[in-house]
């Protein structure tokens, strides 16, 4: 049974790492241990990435998996940790806002205070005003559950590279504020770490800016002095470990070496952080 008291506790502490120029920086999880992990390096909150779900549980990530996998894995993770945690639901799950509604329900059932809910679709994005009735059915399903869910609306302009790249900006601040008004409390830009156009958007979002960040991008203290207030590395750990996995496979099969295995967490101490 879902202790509401609990569940709007750790969405208040969400809200409130959300400061711009003192980012909420996300190492993104995918399972318990990496979770655990996550926690016990220092995090203060966790955010799952749906691409390092869904390769946990057998799928391509871009909305293979369906909804009940989904949030059973949520359920999972919150279940293991202390921190606040914040779902990353793809599309929604469904075709309607309706389905996004049932959705939040089962998220908030499954431990979690935070959702990423983004507009891409097929081969571009959703119209606008379609996608924000997508956060408001959002909203509203965790405003009848008496939790304040922070809706994290992500528009994936710059990462589609949707439409002319001089007019980029324009339709991002556009989506911005149409999510924004349906009840998003935070606006995700995947594709772009530019300084100079992070800055441009930090200074058109009326609401705390996340961006996508990774090797060759700028250092978090770059982003904090830009105004960035979440910082995402989405997949990126998650890659990095398949990456290991291969190399350390290929060391050992094809040249009995180990070297790939050298730094590694110690067996008790992994054994300890999960047991």
Known sequence: MTNTAALIAKARALQALHIPGQPLVLANVWDIPSARIVQDAGATALATTSSGVSWELGAADGDHLDRDRAVEAVRRIA????????????????????????????????????????????????????????????????????????????????????????????????????????????????????????????????????ILAGPGAPDVREFAGLGVARISVGGRIAEAVHGLVRRAAKEVLAGGGYTQMADAMEYGELNELLG
């Open 79 to 210: 279940g293991a940790v202390e921190l606040p945690v914040s779902a990353d639901i793809e599309r929604g799950y469904g075709e309607l806002p309706a389905d996004v509604a049932e959705t939040v329900r089962a998220i908030l059932g499954a431990g979690a205070v935070g959702i990423n809910i983004e507009d891409s679709v097929g081969a571009g994005l959703r119209p606008a005003e379609e996608m924000a009735e997508r956060i408001a059915a959002a909203r509203a399903a965790a405003d009848d559950a008496g939790v304040p869910l922070f809706v994290n609306a992500r528009t994936d302009t710059y990462l589609r590279q949707v439409g002319e790249a001089d007019a980029r900006l324009a339709e991002t601040l556009r989506r911005a504020a149409v999510y924004r008004e349906a009840g998003a409390d935070g606006i995700f830009v995947p594709g772009v770490v530019a300084p100079g156009t992070v800055k441009e958007l930090v200074d058109g979002i009326e609401a705390p800016l996340n």
